[in-house]
């Protein structure tokens, strides 16, 4: 912000302006000379200097000191006077400076304002809230932050592939009743929208670590059984029929039944059936690109049926699939409770065209978009880090995964977890908060919360069981615990729909807002031109800012040149920041 003393003639204010300030005068003259504005008329010689200051500021004031006489030479005069009394320069200005703080500044560059006093949030869509690890039994509790410290990523990948983890290792085994007409199995679906370079397939390959492990180990001795079965095939191929009887009271050696699996990547209905009904106790679908998982929705379009299968899937409710064979022959898969949890991740690009969200929206109002946990973290920059994951910490971890997924099952049938009294109050007081709270969304994230309601109860039996895999009961802790993680997936929802169906405008504004607030929360025009190249035309940087001024998400602040001199500038500051920013001026000794 530049300020020049009323009475000042255009050329002479701006000359003794240019002397205290060290303004290249040649500079105003050449290269900005093209953009200066024309002088007003010459009885407000005033504003007229104000006027040509602006093309060196972004904006500019008058500043009208009570001992002026009226004069034209005015600023002259008034630094005549106070380098008669010994005053050297410095001392002039900074005099000046305290004087145009005093009577120009705005109040909000002298009072500390809190971000919910009356200000919008700094985004056009719900500030990102970190995930509240502190509410998750352990091992989670320290799990999450020591895996998101080592690799860079944001808490909540690790949180949101955890979850999904647990679920699908309790599968089929263990289901959650609330009451007799309602049943929640243990299924989760989990989806980071990230772009490239987040560490979001890390995150993934870390936690899901011991469930291939305990995979592995599982084919290494499927492998040793079929190995067995084609030595003892030989074997009675090479045996006299007369003897066979003999050597193999059981008849022919039978090949063992196909290896029981727990993740898998192929995502088409008919193979997740064929691998389901050899694996009762439920699969885990993971794929770092979870775009092709939704893109294979439309794969079969004259059989059709695809997002439904998949929703009924999500149920826990029967598979039945009739597959094609060769030469017209056909083969009927069923699974009496399917049991399918899914994890992957997206980019925000392809999850608009994955969800249809500029054409049908067909997924979005379909309800399969609702069933799932996002997660979309803002971009943070990358830093290099010592940290790492303490190998007490990962074998907690691998210890709780492989103890739910070797969860008895012996009959096929579920274990049903009851809620005790405690458990079940505070899950209607939660069901009847999100009954209120649907009133108040928009129709996707009504669906969303709607399956958070009972995906609370979900989250809870997986916490109760890790907490202890043989409990029969979901007790009070394990339920808030349930509920507070669901409380946040659905604002996370509410956060994730509204960016993914925002215009290019709004795109625009919320991309800007994230990098200020990456960049301290306030930036100067000068600042975002020299390092967004979107932004390299001052012009550009000027109306972005401005824009989000209009929208009420910041507020430009004026600084002054210190004693030492240089150019005024402005400080564009986000909302959230103020105080921040009030702190930061304070201590460098600016009001």
């Known amino acids: 912000m530049v300020w020049l003393c009323h009475s000042c003639g255009e050329r002479g204010g701006y000359k003794k302006l240019a002397e205290l300030f060290s303004i290249d005068l040649a500079e105003y003259n050449g290269t900005r000379s093209s953009t200066r504005r024309s002088p007003p008329p010459q009885g407000d010689h005033t504003e007229g200097t104000a006027l040509a200051a602006a093309d060196i500021a972004s904006s500019a004031g008058v500043f009208k000191p009570s001992d002026l006489t009226g004069r034209g030479d005015d600023c002259e005069l008034w630094i005549a006077k106070r380098t008669a009394e010994g005053k050297s320069t410095e001392a002039i200005l900074g005099e000046l400076l305290l004087a145009i703080e005093t009577e120009s500044y705005d109040p909000t560059d002298k009072t500390r304002v809190k971000a919910s006093q009356d200000l919008k949030t700094v985004s056009s869509v719900a500030t990102y809230k970190p995930f509240p690890v502190s509410v998750l039994p352990q091992p989670l509790r320290s799990y999450i932050p020591e895996v998101a410290g080592a690799l860079g990523c944001d808490p909540s990948m690790v949180v949101v592939s955890s979850l999904v983890a647990l679920a699908a290792a309790v599968g089929n085994k263990r289901v959650v009743r609330i009451k007799n007409s309602w049943l929640e199995p243990s299924i989760q679906w989990g989806c980071i929208v ?60 039978q090949p063992p039944a196909p290896c029981e699996r727990l993740v898998v990547q192929d995502i088409t209905r008919e193979a997740v ?48 699939v009739d597959r094609k064979g060769r030469g017209g022959s056909g083969e009927h898969v069923f699974v009496e409770r399917g049991s399918v949890s899914v994890l992957g991740s997206i980019q925000p690009g392809s999850a608009r065209r994955a969800l ?16 799932i946990l996002w997660v979309m973290p803002p971009r943070t920059r990358r830093r290099w880090t010592d940290d790492d994951i ?51 969304e928009s129709e996707e994230v009504e669906a969303a919360i709607s399956k958070l309601e009972g995906g609370a109860a979900r989250l809870a039996l997986t916490f109760q069981l890790m907490a202890n895999s043989e409990s029969k009961t979901i007790t009070l802790p394990m339920m808030e615990a349930g509920i507070a993680a669901a409380r946040w997936f659905a604002d996370e929802a509410s956060r994730v729909f509204t960016m993914l169906t925002e215009s290019e405008n709004e795109t625009e504004r919320r991309v800007l807002v994230e990098w200020i607030e990456r960049h301290g929360g306030w930036v100067t025009k000068r600042k975002l031109t020299r390092t967004l190249s979107r932004y390299y035309n001052p012009k550009n940087a000027q109306q972005a800012l401005d824009d989000l001024g209009d929208q009420e998400l910041g507020v430009w602040h004026k600084r002054l040149p210190g004693p030492g001199g ?26």
């Open 194 to 253: 990230a772009g490239s370079g987040t560490k979001k397939s890390p995150a993934m390959t870390e936690v899901l670590a011991p469930l291939r492990d305990f995979e592995r180990e599982n084919l290494k001795v499927h492998q040793q059984l079929v190995e067995l079965f084609e030595d003892e095939l030989q074997e009675w191929n090479d045996t006299a029929e007369s003897d066979r009887v003999r050597k193999f009271p059981n008849g022919e050696p």
């Open 273 to 320: 059936a064929m691998v389901h009904e050899h694996s009762p106790a439920g699969l885990l679908v993971a794929r770092d690109e979870l775009g092709g998982w939704i893109g294979s929705f439309d794969a079969y379009k004259s059989g059709g049926g695809d997002a439904a299968f998949w929703i009924q899937v999500y149920g826990g409710r029967p598979i039945s």
């Open 356 to 371: 249809k969200v500029d054409t049908t929206r067909e997924h979005l109002q379909n309800g399969l978009a609702a069933r």
């Open 390 to 440: 303490d190998d007490r910490t990962r074998l907690a971890w691998n210890n709780a995964l492989t103890q739910l997924a070797g969860l008895s099952f012996d009959d096929g049938t579920p274990l049903e977890l009851d809620l005790d009294a405690d458990a079940k109050a505070a899950f209607v007081d939660h069901y009847d908060d999100f009954g209120e709270r649907m009133d108040n």
């Open 566 to 591: 240089g150019r005024p500038s402005q400080d564009f500051v986000l909302n959230a920041f103020l105080d921040n920013y009030t702190e930061w001026r304070e201590k460098k000794g600016e009001s």
